[in-house]
């Protein structure tokens, strides 16, 4: 598990936003909720233009490769509402996407998911809406 990670300071605050609406609606208790609020509490929140082009921001495709069965997976990280598993878009609040939001490539990570625990291993940030000039 990365000591640190680091997010983009607009990051934090719409994903604040997120958290506090879904506590407003009584899903506080979940615990992906907690996970992701865990891990912005431990974030580095930096402006857009600071980011390394190898962290793992919203809106970013990601190659991730389990380092049990060697599966290699790609996936954009967005917002719930965003999420399409059939074009491999993941909501950040997937156990999977939160444990690698905010890491680098070659960064590993562990993550509990319904099937057990998994290392996945950031392969490559393939788009990051940050190195593309898109800082919204």
Do not use: W
């Amino acid at each position: 598990m990365p000591e640190s990670i680091t997010i983009t300071r607009t990051d934090r605050q719409r994903l604040g936003t997120l958290l506090q609406a879904a506590q407003a609606h009584g899903m506080e208790r979940r615990e992906h909720l907690l996970t992701l609020e865990e891990e912005l509490e431990r974030a580095r929140a930096v402006e857009p233009h600071e980011l390394s082009h190898d962290v793992v921001t919203m809106e970013s495709t990601v190659k991730l490769r389990d380092l049990d069965t060697g599966e290699v997976e790609t996936y954009t990280i967005v917002y719930p509402e965003r999420a399409d598993a059939t074009r491999n878009r993941i909501s950040v609040l997937a156990p999977i996407a939160t444990a690698v939001l905010g890491c680098r490539a070659g960064e590993v990570v562990e993550v509990t998911v319904p099937s057990g625990l998994r290392r996945i291993r950031v392969e490559a940030v393939v788009f990051q809406p940050e190195r593309a000039g898109e800082h919204d």
